[in-house]
């Protein structure tokens, strides 16, 4: 039994060292503010855009801050495929350039998704738990969304 034990360590401490060979993928880190980003399409306080950046933009923007994990085999990869699954559902950054039926239907989502407490989801406030949302903020997040989609459906907004 021992040696099985033995054996059993050998192969995965090989199997983890090994897996660190596996190239890391091309990190998500913009220097600047993109034309595109949402501040650009709708008014966006600074208090809610702050909300934002805490909870919302390591996944659904260009500006992720990466944790010193980041670097680690396959933790790369998976944090990777994380952040591009939610850009393609939501990306702060590119937000100006969706159409505004687009952009309507995003900022209706971000309401639905944050009442019903499904964002930040909760495998990334287990370990960033200053992402979690405060009710405060949640009611912030729901008045900015209330008051944009108002705007947006004001006739002459929407394309």
Not at 38 to 64: G, R, W
Not at 88 to 102: G, H, I, M, P, V
Not at 123 to 146: D, G, P
């Amino acid at each position: 039994m021992k040696r099985f034990l033995k054996t059993s360590a050998i192969v995965i401490a090989s199997a983890f060292i090994l897996a660190q060979l596996i190239p890391r993928p091309e990190k998500n880190i913009r220097k600047h503010t993109s034309t595109s980003d949402i501040s650009k399409a709708v008014n966006l306080p600074e208090s809610v855009s702050k909300i934002f950046q805490k909870s919302c933009y390591d996944c659904h923007s260009n500006h992720t801050n990466y944790p010193w994990y980041a670097s680690i085999q396959p933790l790369s990869l998976w944090l990777n495929h994380h952040i591009e699954e939610g850009k393609e559902e939501l990306n702060f950054s590119e937000f100006a350039s969706y159409e505004k039926q687009k952009q309507l239907k995003k900022i209706e989502e971000i309401e639905e998704v944050v009442s019903e407490g499904e964002m930040p989801v909760s495998s990334y406030t287990l370990i960033h738990r200053n992402a979690s949302l405060s009710s405060s903020e949640k009611e912030s997040i729901i008045a900015w969304v209330n008051a944009t989609i108002k705007n947006i459906r004001t006739p002459g907004n929407v394309e």
